[in-house]
């Protein structure tokens, strides 16, 4: 006796014995459903909001519904993050950075800040994963004026945040 000829069987003496009955599993296996739709694209996100005094980064739709919320690592006294309206100037999927006492070969998902008189690329929201190595939390100032985020939240807003999206920053 089949597999099929079997479960057969089964189902039949299952419905009437007053069970639920299931479909003909080898008439199953040979109907291809259709495959499901994809995803619709993540909400882009319209304004970012860095709070210096809870070290926390938010991000915003158009609507200004909170999208993403996380702790974020600023600039420390002697390297302070500037405060004030930015925009979102340059991105970069991969990008060294180097400073007076260090130098990344590769940083990825890379958002700099421009406007309110920033030099290009001085300042940037980047993944620390330096420190994320270290075991170091983020929610404490440790940068050297950047806003450094976890390795998901960079990609996260890399994914969904465009260029000249508006960034304040607040002390």
């Given amino acids: 006796m089949t597999r099929v000829r079997l479960m057969r069987l089964l189902i039949s003496g299952l419905a009437a014995a007053g069970g639920t009955g299931m479909a003909d599993v080898g008439a199953a296996r040979a109907q291809r459903l ?4 994809p995803p619709p694209p993540p909400a882009p996100v319209a304004e970012v909001l860095v709070d210096l005094s809870e ?3 938010s991000a915003f739709d158009d609507a200004h519904r909170l999208l993403y919320r996380r ?3 600023t600039g420390l006294p002697a390297s302070p993050t500037p405060t004030g309206s930015f925009t979102v100037a340059a991105r970069f ?6 400073g007076r006492d260090y130098h990344i070969p590769s940083v990825p998902h890379v958002l700099c800040l421009g406007g309110d008189g920033l030099a290009p690329n001085a300042i940037c929201i980047h993944p620390a994963p330096w420190q994320e190595a270290a075991g170091q ?3 404490v100032r440790r940068s050297h ?3 450094r985020t ?3 939240t ?4 890399f994914e969904r945040t465009p260029l000249g999206t508006p960034v304040i920053i607040q002390p």
């Fill in 34 to 37: 259709p495959p499901p739709p």
């Fill in 137 to 139: 939390p983020f929610g």
């Fill in 93 to 98: 999927a991969s990008t060294p950075m180097t």
């Fill in 71 to 73: 702790l974020v690592s």
């Fill in 55 to 57: 070290q926390r980064l």
């Fill in 154 to 157: 960079a990609r996260w807003l």
């Fill in 150 to 152: 976890s390795s998901a």
């Fill in 145 to 147: 004026g950047c806003v």
